[in-house]
């Protein structure tokens, strides 16, 4: 029931090569629109538009007010004065240690970003241009990897890091987002593999180019795309990771803001406006790095169910 | 088996980060499943199925359950009429479209828990901005709200509003793809024969987004089924577990309790659970073919 082809999991693109986008169809889109249906649908987006933007809007308004005016029983929509110094008074708070827990994120999803890298590559590489025997069989494990979720397998893992001596390291946490983003990476840099013609590779080789020459000079220009798309998806994912970070980093210096952030949570004064503000910091440049991969998210994620 | 050794330099490196970050644990936790651990972390012998027993056993594990099922259906259901309906409107021209595509995206890329602790800020009793703007277009009476998260039942009714938010983007995006598949003939077609919109959607396009929408279904069912922090931060704090569903109470087990021989054995239920949806999975969407 393969019913999605690639050019078209990549809305407004002609897929990772001008070769993928020849059978492209036509657009299922009206051809004349009256004006009354044109308002609608302007309507229909400025309601989207305000519904999906409007709990970061509340984060954002929140985090300039003062501790006194977001406590407020007449709370207000707006903030009445703008508090932009919240934004370096934040980062030392009783309730956890902000600025270490932002290295940590930072440090966990980098690192993981680069063994995904190290390891995806050359597997997807591999796997999209060559057949062997266990082929499938590594495929299947592959995309089982992106449906079984770190959170059902917690208590597994913290009792193997306990015994690898592990537990409440980086290393640990690199290593869970690394094998859970390896999916991911895989299937998107395989499909931007398999978009190459293999007239490309065998040109090269007879001109004297080994595998890993042709991997690296004829194959990496042209997947570019799909490297960069692997490479924020794990970075992206790996920063927000919580249920395994929760269990898996005990001290509070350790942990990621995600884990972090939930310690306000049910203080006697909860000092909302810091929270607000290190979510602002957290999640500004993830939104940004998200927005640029959007016409290729669908394609890692649906596996190999789209091609 | 020389053409497996011949790949085994490109293909080895994932093996092995599989290998000890998925497989290794799952062997593990099977193993701690019929263990009896204590809360120091040390191992005093088999007890066979005795955990099983045990979770299985406890007064909340049936109304758990139950509510894990209402959980997963009624969030998959609520995103999956909410996303096509959202796609059809991101499918459509009309000017600024591009600005509201990448607004839905923000949830997608924001954490989970920091939308979630918007929402419960937002909820709170006297100083809540959701509370107050509920109480200012007068839905709610006072301003002390109904404590919307002081109650398991209104907790979780919350905490399902916000799962379906966070699930909307990628099912949205999904079907969007789907919906570039539909090709133009057919839509057409329907209109000659002097179909309206609505009868044009339900009897021609929506029967060609079929191998999208499965796909989305049960990508959402498994990611809503593993969730775990939305539910810890609207409903964490209440005692009892009265919003409970597996997976929180997982790691109820693991961190309140610290009895990580009960955690394991329900991770070795929800792990069957996963298994018996992937396999739906791949029966039905069939990710290998063609590859």
């Known amino acids: 029931m393969a019913v999605l082809t690639r050019e078209q999991t990549t809305p407004g693109t002609a897929g990772p090569l001008p070769t993928d986008g020849l059978r492209r169809r036509r657009r299922y889109t009206a051809d004349q629109v009256p004006l009354g249906s044109l308002l609608l649908r302007l309507l229909g987006g400025l309601v989207v538009l305000v519904v999906f933007l409007l709990p970061y ?8 007010k003062t501790k006194a005016e977001i406590r407020s029983v007449d709370p207000t929509y707006f903030p009445r004065e703008w508090h932009w110094d919240n934004y370096l008074t934040m980062w030392s708070t009783p309730e956890t240690p902000l600025l270490q827990n932002l290295i940590s994120t930072l440090v ?3 690192c993981a970003t680069l063994v995904v890298l190290a390891v995806a590559l050359p597997a997807a590489y591999y796997t999209a241009r060559f057949r062997f025997r266990g082929r499938l069989v590594f495929l299947f494990l592959v995309i ?3 449906m079984v979720q770190p959170a059902v397998l917690t208590s597994g893992l913290f009792r193997e890091f306990i015994a690898m001596g592990i537990l409440d390291t980086w290393l640990a946490m690199i290593l869970v987002n690394a094998a859970f983003n390896l999916s991911f990476a895989v299937w998107i840099m395989h499909s931007f593999f398999a978009g190459i013609p293999r007239e490309v590779d065998e040109a090269a080789q007879l001109d004297g180019a080994g595998t890993f020459a042709v991997l690296t000079r004829i194959n990496l220009p042209l997947v570019w795309p799909g490297i960069v798309t692997a490479v924020v998806f794990t970075f992206v994912a790996s920063w927000n990771e919580f249920a395994a970070s929760l269990v898996l980093l005990t001290t509070a210096g350790n942990q990621p803001l995600s884990v972090a952030l939930t310690k306000f949570v049910g203080q006697y004064e909860t000092s909302w406006h810091y929270v607000f503000g290190v979510s602002i910091v957290a999640i500004v440049p993830v939104v940004l790095l998200f927005m640029a991969i959007e016409k290729r998210l669908v394609g890692g994620l649906v596996a190999g169910s789209v091609k | 088996m020389k053409d497996l050794l011949k790949a085994l330099p490109w293909i080895g490196p994932a093996v092995a980060l599989i290998a000890t970050v998925v497989l290794f644990p799952v062997g593990l936790m099977f193993w701690n499943s019929t263990r009896d651990i204590s809360q120091s972390g040390v191992d005093k012998g088999g007890v066979g199925l005795d955990n099983f027993a045990t979770v299985v056993g406890f007064d909340a594990f049936w109304p758990i359950l139950g509510r894990t099922v209402v959980w997963v259906v009624v ?3 609520c995103t999956l009429v909410i996303s096509l309906a959202l796609a059809a ?4 021209a009309f000017p600024g479209r591009r600005l509201v595509r990448m607004a839905v995206i923000v949830p997608w890329a924001s954490s989970v828990v920091m939308t979630t602790l918007v929402v419960h800020y937002g909820l709170e009793p006297y100083f809540g901005i959701i509370n107050s703007f509920l109480v200012d277009v007068g839905l709610i009476d006072s301003p002390e709200g109904y404590g919307w998260t002081r109650h398991a039942g209104t907790a979780f009714t919350w905490a399902m509003v916000v799962a379906v938010f966070v699930s909307l983007p990628f099912t949205t995006y999904t079907i969007l793809a789907g919906l570039q598949t539909v090709p133009g003939e057919t839509v057409e077609a329907a209109r000659l024969d002097g179909a309206n919109g609505v009868r044009t959607y339900l009897s021609v396009v929506l029967p060609q987004l ?5 796909v989305a279904v049960l990508i959402n069912i498994i990611n809503v089924f593993n969730s775990l922090p939305i539910l810890r931060v609207m409903t964490g704090s209440i005692p009892g577990y009265d919003a409970d569903t597996v997976m929180t109470m997982i790691f109820k ?3 309140n309790q610290r009895q990580i021989d009960l955690a394991s054995a329900l991770s070795v239920i929800a792990f069957l659970v996963v298994v018996v949806i992937v396999a739906v999975y791949v029966r ?3 990710p290998l073919e063609e590859v």
Do not use: C, D, E, P
């Open chain 2, 89 to 92: 409107l991101l499918n459509k």
């Open chain 2, 75 to 77: 969030v998959v259901a």
């Open chain 2, 210 to 214: 079929r191998g999208a929408v499965s």
């Open chain 1, 108 to 110: 966990i999803s980098l």
């Open chain 2, 284 to 286: 039905l969407v069939r």
């Open chain 1, 144 to 146: 089982v990897t992106q």
């Open chain 1, 57 to 64: 809007l509340i984060m954002f308004f929140g985090s300039v």
């Open chain 2, 253 to 255: 087990y693991m961190q």
